[in-house]
């Protein structure tokens, strides 16, 4: 149990375009999500955290505008990086609680983001 | 200060050795505690959960918490060329704090 799929694993844009990673809690449901970033060897950094049906909470240093977080659905939260630049090349890793029974999150495969 | 502290080694042990990984955290009203394994270019894996003082084992691996000391730990008995990962430490407030993690190598 607790599967958390993303959908693309890898992703490679041209600089200005937007980009939509999607997370998927397969056999839960997500009260909430989470979505982190990792540059190369470093450790996860959080950028938001997202309620089912409700504004996601970004962290300080995050800009909303640019990554556009949407959880719809008890199951589906989404990530778009918008305007995307070279900068933004990381490994988006977003997580799932369920809420009910305990705090662990399960964190989905990762999508790899290159922007050209 | 961080809020959470490990070793970024690597710790080298060899096969069959017992690989101690520690972690320590400044907020002392953090009430959870996990373990998750990272190879490298994939996501976080969990291995092990913990919420109060005391050993929880799990396998061949055990987690050492005292929450006196800011203190957790994780035992890998019987390491394998396998574990070779990042370990990273979580502590849980209403959000996951990671450390940098513990880079670990078990050699033949």
């Known amino acids: 149990g607790a599967v958390v799929s993303q959908h693309p694993s890898w992703v490679i844009c041209k600089s200005g375009t937007s980009v939509k990673i999607e997370c998927r809690s397969l056999d839960f449901q997500a009260t909430t999500m989470f979505w982190y970033r990792q540059f190369p060897k470093q450790s996860l950094m959080l950028m938001a955290t997202s309620n089912e049906g409700s504004k996601a909470t970004y962290e300080q240093g995050v800009e909303k505008d640019k990554f556009l977080i949407n959880h719809a659905s008890l199951t589906l939260s989404t990530l778009t990086v918008t305007s995307a630049h070279p900068e933004d090349s990381s490994f988006y890793i977003c997580?799932?609680?369920?809420?009910?029974?305990?705090?662990?999150?399960?964190f989905g495969p990762g999508t790899r983001l290159t922007v050209l | 200060q961080k809020e959470v502290e490990q070793n970024s080694g690597p710790l080298s042990v060899p096969e069959g050795a017992i690989a101690s990984l520690n972690c320590t955290y400044s907020d002392r009203v953090s009430q959870s505690f996990f373990w998750y394994r990272q190879y490298s270019g994939k996501s976080p894996e969990l291995i092990m959960s913990i919420y109060s003082n005391g050993d929880k084992e799990d396998g061949r691996f055990t987690a050492q918490l005292n929450k006196a000391s800011q203190y957790v730990s994780l035992l890998i008995r019987d390491s394998q060329p396998s574990d070779s990962a990042t370990y990273l430490c979580?502590?849980?407030?209403?959000?996951?704090?990671f450390g940098t993690g513990t880079r670990l190598q078990v050699f033949p």
């Open positions: 997580s799932a609680r369920d809420g009910v029974s305990t705090d662990t999150q399960y």
């Open positions: 979580a502590v849980s407030t209403d959000k996951l704090i």
